[in-house]
């Protein structure tokens, strides 16, 4: 499974940005997609995540200003990414978490795309 990221830049704070993933490849069964996040120094942390079916999940430092959507038709995650702040800079990262391929069951992760926020 690929994972194709796009939509990451430059903004300032308080400005928006749409992530989009795509996944294309061998794909079996899709299951839950997601985004994370690593910015200098620190681990990385789940942003965001949606289950096949629709439920989300976001970290408490993005609720209210990201919402995840997946159009399953297309394999494809998009992150809206509104009311910026300086500490959202990092590159995110798009997640497929147990996916089902002709080789089983595995997570894939994008290249990753980079987001900063100017103050």
């Known amino acids: 499974v690929q994972l194709v990221e796009s939509g990451g830049g430059l903004v300032q704070a308080g400005g928006f940005l749409r992530l989009s993933c795509a996944a294309s490849?061998?794909?079996?069964?899709?299951?839950?997609m997601g985004w994370y996040r690593q910015a200098p120094g620190k681990q990385r942390e789940l942003v965001a995540a949606?289950?096949?079916?629709?439920?989300?999940y976001y970290g408490d430092s993005v609720k209210g200003r990201f919402t995840i959507s997946r159009d399953n038709a297309k394999n494809t995650v998009y992150l809206q990414m509104n009311s910026l702040k300086p500490e959202d800079t990092a590159v995110y990262y798009c997640?497929?978490?147990?996916?089902?391929?002709?080789?089983?069951?595995?997570?894939?992760w994008g290249q990753g795309t980079q987001v900063t926020v100017s103050s």
């Open positions: 997640n497929a978490a147990g996916w089902w391929t002709m080789t089983g069951r595995k997570d894939y």
């Open positions: 490849g061998s794909i079996l069964s899709p299951n839950a």
């Open positions: 949606i289950a096949r079916g629709g439920s989300t």
